[in-house]
């Protein structure tokens, strides 16, 4: 079974705080992405990467950043967290390609005060 | 880039009744088209998809059309139930590009 976690099921940072929301795959999955999750607005891709070390931006890359230093590990970071960052964080990951199913985490809830 | 549109944004019906979720993308590389079903407070889970090469495909109560020249594909439920509750989004993408999802339907089958 395809396990993908991340760090925090809900988080309460302030404005200006750094955060960094991390995912973890266990099976061996070269591609791993991030979206948000707004109501009525669906899942937006902010970043994704397709090798270590490797990442491309996504539709609403602003105010984030990523780092993939490791196969199995993906985080996402918002440099000066602000109030309209505050939603929920989906963290996805998948074998080689898009078109194959994607394995969600959990979700990371973050509040932005 | 890929622009997916869905429609409705809620859906009500009633215990058996047939349920109809339909998405428009722009791009006409897209080649490859999934279904997204997500229960309140859990992940997406795939529950069907399909590649350009099919026009449609069926998984018991669930169905997936694909209209290639008009840029539009279809989600079928019959004989729902109220399981079937759920937001579904549906999902474009071509070759190593990553998905664009619609905004999601929420579905609420009434007992």
């Known amino acids: 079974d395809v396990k993908v976690t991340q760090s925090s099921r809900y988080l309460v940072k302030r404005t200006g705080e750094k955060v960094f929301l991390e995912c973890v795959q266990d099976?061996?999955?070269?591609?791993m992405f991030w979206y948000r999750q707004d109501p009525g607005l669906g899942l937006r891709l902010i970043y994704f990467?397709?090798?270590?070390?490797?990442?491309e931006k996504g539709d609403i890359p602003e105010g984030y950043s990523v780092s993939r230093e490791k196969k199995e590990r993906f985080s996402l970071i918002l440099e000066s967290a602000s109030t309209n960052q505050t939603s929920m964080y989906l963290c996805?990951?998948?074998?080689?390609?898009?078109?194959?199913?994607?394995?969600f985490g959990p979700g990371t809830r973050l509040t932005v005060t | 880039g890929e622009n997916v549109e869905q429609h409705p944004s809620t859906l009500s019906v009633q215990e058996g009744d047939s349920a109809v979720i339909k998405c428009t993308y722009s791009?006409?590389?897209?080649?490859?088209f999934p279904w997204y079903k997500q229960e309140l407070g859990k992940r997406p889970q795939l529950i069907i998809d399909?590649?350009?090469?099919?026009g449609e495909k069926k998984d018991q109560r669930i169905a997936v059309t694909l209209n290639k020249t008009a840029k539009h594909f279809s989600l079928h439920i019959t004989e729902t139930q109220p399981e079937d509750s759920a937001v579904y989004f549906c999902?474009?993408?071509?070759?190593?590009?990553?998905?664009?999802f619609g905004s999601g339907t929420r579905l609420q089958v009434q007992p």
């Open positions: 791009d006409s590389a897209s080649n490859y």
């Open positions: 990467s397709y090798d270590v070390k490797m990442k």
């Open positions: 996805a990951s998948t074998q080689g390609g898009s078109a194959y199913e994607q394995y």
């Open positions: 399909i590649r350009s090469n099919v």
């Open positions: 999902a474009a993408s071509m070759g190593r590009r990553a998905l664009t």
């Open positions: 099976m061996d999955h070269e591609n």
